[in-house]
């Protein structure tokens, strides 16, 4: 299923559950620690892009309703097509722009430069807001626009809002620098050290290597290690505590990141329900990606990740539930069907809580 995995379990913001098992890989490869660092795919989108731009909404530097052609550069919209100049960012943030759902990057661009150029110049397969693509297009385009409204990278912008106030020092980003890749995350963070905990994703053919501090994605590859659909390493821990400032109003511990409306939007579906569900960030309820099980209140939002993440909320019952493996290592994909055993467990024992611990006296 997956050589190895870290499983966290918060209730009300405490953790009431946390396991690391397996190996990095086979069976000499260092086993499990719960500090271990994954390779989390597109669990980049909620925990980067939408958080980043939540906080932009805060600070009114962009609204919603802002098309993408506002954010683009005269040449920039003479590549793109007119309809896609006219998607609103609601519409990307929730995959109902009319982009398809991914085109491949690796061996077409050369670079960082060009990879946006080619997705820039994807037309439209369907009428924005008429059908529901989950795309790894439009997190790219919105790590753009992010990073054009705040003149800085994607990396520096999340670190600066993000990790950095939360003190999270395990999250962030391999930027490819120097023909290796350095680490981009909080300040006091030591690459060095972090390396070391980082398991190993998966063999990567085009590559020729087994991929290790550095991302499994191959168009995140090509934008340089750092992009709005994929990219992002974390711990269980830190992405709890992602997580957990989402579920609790946008601040943890005392520090506010998002503001109590802005962190409604994350909650809460933006779209009509004959489309899907989909929040500012995260899958709900009717949509067929959200991970959350059978037990799981029709409050509950998830996302998951290509290598073998996920993360599961769910405010009703005051619960959040991370997981991080590098399945992508494995055959098959039976650790989809263990997600949703792995939710149904974690929401029987928390609503059965209060019953075990009275008849403890």
Same mark, same amino acid.
């Given at each position: 299923m997956f050589p190895g995995a870290v499983c966290l379990v918060l209730h009300r913001g405490r953790p009431v559950f946390q396991e690391a098992v397996g190996r990095h890989g086979g069976p000499d490869s260092p086993a499990v620690e719960p500090d271990a660092i994954y390779d989390l795919a597109s669990l980049t989108k909620p925990l980067v892009t939408a958080m980043c731009l939540l906080a932009s909404l805060d600070r009114g530097e962009v609204c919603l309703s802002d098309t993408l052609d506002a954010s683009l550069s005269d040449e920039e919209r003479r590549i793109a097509s007119p309809a896609l100049r006219r998607v609103p960012l609601e519409a990307l943030?929730?995959?109902? =722009? /009319?982009?398809p759902a991914w085109i491949p990057l690796a061996g077409q661009a050369q670079d960082a430069s060009g990879a946006r150029t080619q997705v820039l110049a994807t037309p439209l397969q369907n009428p924005t807001r /008429?059908?529901?693509?989950?795309? #790894?297009?439009?997190?790219?385009?919105?790590g753009?626009?992010?990073? $054009?409204?705040? &003149?800085? =990278?994607? #990396?520096?912008? !999340?670190?600066?809002?993000?990790? *950095?106030p939360l003190g999270l020092a395990s999250t962030g980003f391999w930027r490819s620098a120097d023909g290796g890749h350095q680490w981009s995350g909080a300040a006091h963070a030591q690459a060095v050290d972090l390396r070391r905990l980082v398991a190993p994703t998966a !063999?990567? @053919?085009? $590559?020729?290597?087994?991929?290790?501090?550095e991302v499994h994605d191959s168009n &995140? #590859?090509?934008?340089g290690g750092v992009a709005g659909h994929a990219g992002l390493f974390s711990t269980a821990r830190e992405v709890g505590a992602l997580a957990e400032l989402v579920r609790q109003g946008g601040s943890l511990g005392g520090v506010r990141v998002l503001s109590p409306a802005a962190s409604a939007l994350a909650r809460a579906s933006r779209l009509d329900p004959s489309l899907g569900g989909h929040t500012a960030g995260w899958f709900c309820r009717p949509n067929g990606y959200h991970v959350g099980g059978d037990l799981a209140s029709p409050a509950s939002f998830s996302h998951s990740g290509f290598t073998g993440t996920s993360v599961l909320v #769910? @405010?009703?019952? *005051?619960?959040t539930v991370v997981l991080l493996t590098n399945?992508?290592?494995?055959? /098959?994909?039976?650790?989809? $069907?263990?997600?949703r055993v792995l939710h149904n467990a974690a929401v029987a024992a928390v609503t059965d809580l209060p019953w075990r611990l009275a008849s403890r006296g």
């Amino acid at each position: 299923m997956f050589p190895g995995a870290v499983c966290l379990v918060l209730h009300r913001g405490r953790p009431v559950f946390q396991e690391a098992v397996g190996r990095h890989g086979g069976p000499d490869s260092p086993a499990v620690e719960p500090d271990a660092i994954y390779d989390l795919a597109s669990l980049t989108k909620p925990l980067v892009t939408a958080m980043c731009l939540l906080a932009s909404l805060d600070r009114g530097e962009v609204c919603l309703s802002d098309t993408l052609d506002a954010s683009l550069s005269d040449e920039e919209r003479r590549i793109a097509s007119p309809a896609l100049r006219r998607v609103p960012l609601e519409a990307l943030l929730t995959h109902t =722009s /009319g982009l398809p759902a991914w085109i491949p990057l690796a061996g077409q661009a050369q670079d960082a430069s060009g990879a946006r150029t080619q997705v820039l110049a994807t037309p439209l397969q369907n009428p924005t807001r /008429g059908v529901y693509t989950y795309s #790894d297009l439009g997190y790219i385009l919105l790590g753009l626009v992010l990073e $054009r409204c705040q &003149a800085c =990278s994607l #990396d520096a912008l !999340f670190r600066a809002r993000v990790t *950095e106030p939360l003190g999270l020092a395990s999250t962030g980003f391999w930027r490819s620098a120097d023909g290796g890749h350095q680490w981009s995350g909080a300040a006091h963070a030591q690459a060095v050290d972090l390396r070391r905990l980082v398991a190993p994703t998966a !063999f990567c @053919p085009r $590559r020729g290597r087994l991929l290790t501090a550095e991302v499994h994605d191959s168009n &995140a #590859d090509v934008l340089g290690g750092v992009a709005g659909h994929a990219g992002l390493f974390s711990t269980a821990r830190e992405v709890g505590a992602l997580a957990e400032l989402v579920r609790q109003g946008g601040s943890l511990g005392g520090v506010r990141v998002l503001s109590p409306a802005a962190s409604a939007l994350a909650r809460a579906s933006r779209l009509d329900p004959s489309l899907g569900g989909h929040t500012a960030g995260w899958f709900c309820r009717p949509n067929g990606y959200h991970v959350g099980g059978d037990l799981a209140s029709p409050a509950s939002f998830s996302h998951s990740g290509f290598t073998g993440t996920s993360v599961l909320v #769910d @405010p009703e019952r *005051e619960l959040t539930v991370v997981l991080l493996t590098n399945a992508v290592q494995c055959e /098959g994909k039976r650790h989809l $069907r263990f997600r949703r055993v792995l939710h149904n467990a974690a929401v029987a024992a928390v609503t059965d809580l209060p019953w075990r611990l009275a008849s403890r006296g």
